[in-house]
């Protein structure tokens, strides 16, 4: 195969695989792949989905001509996404808009006679604030009293993290990323007790008697397709179980409203000639070359987000503070703004990949090539909150992108004094303007910095030396 190659992520279909290289994704099918994507491909709800963009371009093309060997009966070409996000990176909302979108999918195809193998949401992806389907192998014909067969799949990796958000107030993105295969419905049960007092709609349901089901299942012979065709498991039935859980996840509500950050900006710090001042560095920084992407690392509420979008193709807007992240996914979804992606990512507890062999899903830095990156408002957070020292964050920037755009609070700052207050005296002396410029410079050539007008805040913008 000349130019493409297996993405490290796909294997778990038996009947399709993806490939990646020379710009382009291509999805290849076995013989038994082939024949489900002949019979569904020209339904109505897989056209339609297509033409509204809730799933991927597909072309269909032999595989042949995209360098794939004579052992694929069939092939479609995608196009490469700006920026590949996971379930752990979303927001409740983001989370709750994916998982809508599949019950959607699965609903409409289900009445064209179409089944979906699965309904993980690692099949979704977030063009800007818009969410999409991309698996398009996962539309096979439905055959009569076939179940849902991505029901546990639906429960473990959508809803139980949106309930333990929800009902219990929990972050879910940690539970998602410590585990690829979700929350299991074991699990659950035991976070969802009876006792609890909270609001539990579905729980009987969709965790009781789905614990209860899988442990008899488990350890059994039965065979579940005859099982669920006896029972007269027809699509009827199975419309009316995702009807109601459609009600059940549109009702769900992040129930958090304060965070450390949602009612803090650290532009509050700023005089207001000092904000103009920093927000016309960084246009002229981010203006000064072409971008296809740009990262922004502590976006707060975008407005730099904003401005880097202006004069680039695509913007990664980071922050470590979910409830931030969710107000800004909704204020971009209510814009149909898809140019910006809010991810909620913890630089300081970001790692390498998760599943299989921890290639499966790749960390975030193994995921984009910024050609800029912008960390306004932050480096300080990371050095004295969690003690990242300053040289290894800039090494991160540096290996990371070819350029930055980075501010710098003095030792006087007031943000700066507040984070000091609680620390042990002597163990910061190292955190001052001196020390990190000597820094950067080691790494970078600065092209431009400008004290901000409030006197406390340096800004830099900086290119990779070599």
């Not at 709750?96 to 006679?113: F, M, P, Y």
């Not at 959508?158 to 990323?177: F, H, I, S, W």
């Not at 005089?271 to 740009?294: G, M, T, Y």
């Not at 042990?424 to 092209?447: A, P, Q, T, V, W």
Request: proline residues 5%.
């Amino acid at each position: 195969m000349s130019g493409i190659s297996q993405d490290p992520g796909s294997f778990r279909d038996p009947l399709s695989r993806v490939f990646v290289g020379d710009g382009r994704v291509v999805r290849a099918f076995t013989q038994e792949g082939a024949k489900d994507i002949t019979a569904v491909w020209g339904k109505k709800s897989i056209q339609g989905a297509l033409q509204s963009g809730e799933l991927i371009e597909s072309n269909i093309v032999e595989p042949s001509s995209v360098g794939l060997s004579a052992s694929w009966t069939s092939a479609m070409t995608h196009p490469m996404l700006p920026f590949i996000s996971y379930p752990y990176e979303w927001t409740f909302s983001m989370l709750k808009d994916a998982a809508l979108l599949q019950l959607k999918l699965t609903r409409e195809t289900l009445a064209d006679g179409i089944g979906l193998k699965d309904a993980t949401p690692y099949n979704v992806q977030f063009i800007g604030s818009r969410p999409q389907f991309i698996d398009a192998g996962s539309f096979e014909r439905r055959r009569k009293g076939d179940p849902w067969y991505g029901y546990k799949q639906f429960c473990e990796m959508y809803l139980y993290p949106l309930m333990m958000q929800a009902y219990l107030g929990v972050q879910y993105q940690p539970y998602l990323r410590g585990s690829v295969n979700g929350i299991s419905p074991e699990t659950m049960r035991k976070l969802l007790p009876a006792s609890i007092r909270h609001p539990r709609k579905g729980r009987l349901t969709h965790v009781v008697l789905h614990a209860a089901a899988s442990t008899r299942f488990a350890d059994s012979n039965t065979d579940v397709k005859k099982a669920t065709a006896k029972a007269g498991m027809n699509a009827q039935v199975l419309d009316a179980t995702m009807r109601k859980l459609e009600k059940i996840v549109q009702k769900l509500n992040l129930g958090d409203k304060k965070s450390t950050w949602s009612n803090y900006s650290e532009r509050g710090h700023y005089l207001e000639s000092s904000l103009d001042e920093k927000q016309k560095f960084v246009r002229d920084a981010v203006a000064s070359a072409p971008r296809k992407q740009v990262w922004d690392i502590g976006c707060n509420d975008g407005v730099f987000s904003r401005i880097a979008s202006a004069h680039s193709d695509y913007v990664v807007a980071m922050d470590a503070d979910p409830l931030v992240v969710d107000r800004l996914y909704n204020t971009l979804k209510a814009e149909k703004n898809d140019k910006i992606l809010p991810l909620y990512v913890d630089l300081t507890d970001s790692g390498g990949g998760v599943g299989w062999r921890g290639l499966e899903r790749p960390g975030v830095f193994h995921r984009g090539h910024p050609d800029i990156v912008m960390a306004l408002a932050v480096i300080h957070h990371m050095a004295i909150t969690f003690n990242v020292p300053i040289a290894s964050q800039l090494d991160m920037f540096r290996d990371l992108s070819p350029e930055l755009i980075i501010e710098m609070p003095h030792a006087d700052d007031p943000m700066v004094r507040k984070l000091l207050q609680n620390k042990r005296d002597g163990i910061h002396d190292d955190f001052n303007l001196e020390n990190f410029e000597r820094l950067l410079s080691e790494r970078f050539d600065i092209k431009s910095k400008m004290l901000l007008a409030g006197g406390t805040r340096t800004i830099f913008h900086a290119v990779r030396k070599g």
